[in-house]
């Protein structure tokens, strides 16, 4: 199974998403199942948001080392279930791809891009909230 994050710029939610769902699968004993970020919009090789770094390590997950990159139409098409942030990575990718409609579950988490880490610590609540329950409902 093969689970992708997207987001805008892969520096504050995807990354976040995909740190979260690593720590959930890896608590289920779930190694087998493949988990990636990417944004739509990214510039490759740019580091995490401190303050994404922070809020995560505020519950034991290490995103430092995460680089941002944008997806290739193949990951896309390989992934079992993309998960977005906003109904726009939605459509964008529909656009892109519109096979992948069926795959593409949407978050509804808002950008804390360049706001305070009490609004990134918002974000991972929601993210964690919504994997929590995504996670009992896929495996």
């Known amino acids: 199974m093969n689970l992708m994050v ?4 892969n520096t504050c939610r995807s990354p976040m998403g995909e740190g979260i769902l690593r720590q959930l699968l890896r608590e289920r004993s779930r190694e087998d199942v493949l988990v990636e970020s990417a944004g739509l919009s990214a510039f490759e090789g740019d580091a995490p ?9 505020e519950i034991g997950i290490d995103i430092s080392g995460h680089r941002s990159r944008r997806p290739s139409p193949a990951e896309l098409s390989a992934a079992s279930r993309i998960y977005v942030m906003t109904a726009a990575h939605r459509r964008s990718l529909e656009l892109l791809q519109p096979e992948l409609s069926d795959r593409i579950r949407v978050i ?7 706001l305070s880490l009490s609004a ?17 409902e896929l495996l």
Request: aromatic fraction near 10%.
């Open 6 to 9: 997207i987001c805008t710029g």
């Open 49 to 57: 948001s401190e303050h994404a770094v922070e809020a995560l390590e």
């Open 108 to 114: 509804g988490v808002e950008d804390p891009y360049g």
């Open 120 to 136: 990134y610590r918002k974000c991972r609540e929601q993210l964690l909230d919504f994997f929590r329950g995504e996670l009992e």
